[in-house]
C-alpha cells in the first residue's frame, strides 16, 4: 500500500507462500518499467521470516530501503492492517469462492470496491442521493477520477491541496444543490 495515495497493489496471490516466493515478488515490484516500488525509496515490513534476507538485498539493489517494524506494532502499519482485515471480513469472508481463479479476481477487484462502496451507498438511498460528495485523495491518476466519478462522486480534488479550494468546491457543491 502507497500510503500518500492508499493505492493498493498486490504482488501476488500463492497458497503456500515461501522465503523464495517473496523474493521473487520483490523483483517484480522493482521491475524498472511497471513496478509497483518504481520511484519509490522505502518499503516498510513486519518481521515475518519470509522477508529474507535476499528479500531486503533485492531491494536495496534498487535503491529500495527496506524498514522492518518493531516487534507487535500493528498500529505502525495501520493503513495495510486495516485493507487486510476489510478485505477478509467485507470481501472473502461473503464470498463463495470456487477455486483459485475466483480468489485472485475477488482480491484484485476489491481495491476499488473498497475505496468507493461508501459513495455507492450514499448515491442509491433516495434520502442521501441529492447530498453532494467530494472524493478528497492522493490519487491523481486518471483511472482513479473515472473511477470515483462513476461510484457517484460529485468533484474530485487531489491532496494535497489548499483549505480554500476545498472549502470554494464545498460552496460551489451546495449552492447546485440548493
Not at 481495491?111 to 438511498?125: D, G, I, S, T
Request: hydrophobic share 40%; with cysteine.
Amino acid at each position: 500500500m502507497e500510503l500518500a495515495t492508499r493505492r493498493i497493489d498486490i504482488a501476488g496471490i500463492v497458497s503456500g507462500p515461501d522465503s523464495a516466493w517473496v523474493t521473487q515478488c520483490s523483483r517484480q515490484i522493482t521491475d524498472a518499467i511497471d513496478g509497483a516500488l518504481r520511484g519509490k525509496r522505502f518499503l516498510l515490513h513486519d518481521r515475518d521470516p519470509l522477508f529474507s534476507e535476499a528479500f531486503r538485498e533485492t531491494l536495496a539493489a534498487t535503491g529500495v530501503e527496506t524498514v522492518r517494524l518493531p516487534p507487535h506494532s500493528p498500529n505502525l502499519n495501520a493503513h495495510a492492517e486495516r485493507f487486510v482485515r476489510s478485505t477478509k471480513e467485507s470481501c472473502l469472508d461473503r464470498l463463495v469462492l470456487v477455486g483459485e481463479g475466483s480468489l485472485r479476481r475477488a482480491v484484485r477487484e476489491f481495491p476499488e470496491h473498497y475505496h468507493h462502496e461508501v459513495a455507492r451507498q450514499l448515491k442509491a438511498a433516495p434520502r442521501t442521493a441529492p447530498i453532494p460528495i467530494i472524493a478528497l485523495t492522493g490519487a491523481n491518476l486518471p483511472h482513479e477520477r473515472v473511477s470515483a466519478m462513476r461510484a457517484g462522486c460529485d468533484r474530485y480534488l487531489v491532496k494535497p491541496c489548499e483549505p480554500i479550494d476545498l472549502v470554494a468546491m464545498i460552496q460551489r457543491c451546495v449552492a447546485e444543490t440548493a
